[in-house]
Structure formats: C-alpha cells, structure tokens
C-alpha cells in the first residue's frame, strides 16, 4: 500500500521559516494533484496549497505571498516553503495526491509559530 509521508514540521518562532516535504513510499502513476492541507485545533482540515502536474498552483488567501509549493511529478514529491510564520499557521499538516483512481493522504506533521 502506498504511503505518503512528511517531513520537516516543527517549531519555530513567529516571522521564522520552516520547509515541508512529502514523499510516497513508492511510485504513484499519473498523478494530476498534490497538495497541503492543515488542521488545527478545533477547526476543519482546509486547504493550504496545492499544484498540477501542469504546475498550476493555487494557494489559500492566508499563505498567499508567504507560502510557495513546489513539487516533482516524476518523483512523487511535493514541498511546501513557508515563510512569514505567524501563530494562526499553527496546525497539522498534510500532504494529499490524487489521480483518477485514489486519494492518497499523509499522517500528518505538526507545525507550531510560537514565541
């Protein structure tokens, strides 16, 4: 069974900067999304960022201009750059792909901005 897993979660203080990656246990064919969602406390899982393999992105109001996703289509993998950390960015994070057969979703990395 094909896993995503992430990496690169953690704290750090407000204003700071923290990497995200993704990468699935093994090859995914014709995957067409991949993506970040997050969950905080409390709150639905929304969506954070997401990319085609056409490297359309699209990302949620509140990251825009502070987050940049990126991703390899031929390797499985998606990254999420955040910078401009701010405490409400506080939540889990998940790494999610699709193509036309599956959804595929990560167990999640914490991310905590805190002073």
């Known amino acids: 069974q094909v896993q995503l897993v992430e990496s690169g979660g953690g704290l750090v203080q407000p204003g700071g900067s923290l990497r995200l990656s993704c990468a699935a246990s093994?090859?995914?064919?014709?995957?067409?999304?991949m993506g970040w969602f997050r969950q905080a406390p409390g709150k639905q899982r929304e969506l954070v960022a997401v990319?085609?393999?056409?490297?359309?992105?699209n990302y949620a109001d509140s990251v825009k201009g502070r987050f940049t996703i990126s991703g390899d289509f031929a390797k499985n993998t998606v990254y999420l750059q955040m910078n401009s950390l701010k405490p409400e960015d506080t939540a889990v994070y998940y790494c999610?792909?699709?193509?036309?057969?599956?959804?595929?979703w990560g167990q999640g990395t914490q991310v905590t901005v805190s002073s």
């Open positions: 999610n792909a699709k193509n036309s057969l599956q959804t595929y």
């Open positions: 093994r090859s995914i064919s014709r995957l067409y999304f």
């Open positions: 990319i085609s393999s056409g490297s359309t992105t």
